[in-house]
């Protein structure tokens, strides 16, 4: 198989437009299974949700522990949003990922995107000032347990 350069190496999904797409599934913790492996339902690419839509499916992601999908819906807001709606959207998706990276033992993962997140979203007011004061706590503790870290974001969400 060749590269979309001519190269050796796998293909990678674009998709009609040109743009690179990941088909492979995924799983509950958004971790790539091969192709043609069984994996939970994905976030379509091309999801725009309003902000209520955001969070609310945000949250009953993270209520069943998938943050990597909440992470892909709040992506789906933050590329669909208005301007000065999308730091705030980048951030509470980097937070997810935050999450997502705990979940899979990457404490260092994890630091980097609770910060950049935290700090992005921390100008926003409520509940965001909390949300980011929360992973800033997360990012701190030396061993999180990240089914309590995920419901506690969930929460404040």
């Known amino acids: 198989m060749t590269s979309r350069d001519g190269g050796e190496g796998p293909r990678?999904?674009?998709?009609?437009?040109?743009?690179?797409?990941?088909?492979?599934?995924?799983?509950?913790?958004?971790?790539?299974?091969?192709?043609?492996a069984q994996g939970v339902e994905r976030v379509p690419d091309d999801y725009a949700p309003d902000a209520e839509e955001a969070l609310s499916e945000a949250r009953r992601l993270l209520g069943e522990g998938r943050p990597f999908h909440a992470h892909e819906v709040l992506e789906g807001r933050w590329k669909n949003s208005p301007e000065e709606e999308r730091e705030l959207w980048q951030g509470l998706a980097q937070i997810c990922v935050?999450?997502?990276?705990?979940?899979?033992?990457?404490?260092?993962?994890?630091?980097?995107?609770?910060?950049r997140g935290a700090d992005r979203i921390s100008s926003y007011g409520a509940p965001y000032e909390e949300i980011a004061r929360t992973?800033?706590?997360?990012?701190?503790l030396e061993d999180p347990s990240p089914e309590q870290a995920v419901a506690r974001i969930r929460n404040l969400l």
């Open 12 to 36: 990678r999904d674009r998709d009609p437009a040109g743009r690179p797409r990941n088909r492979r599934p995924r799983d509950a913790f958004g971790r790539p299974l091969p192709h043609g």
């Open 98 to 115: 935050g999450l997502t990276h705990l979940q899979r033992g990457n404490r260092r993962g994890a630091s980097a995107l609770f910060a």
């Open 135 to 140: 992973a800033r706590e997360l990012d701190s």
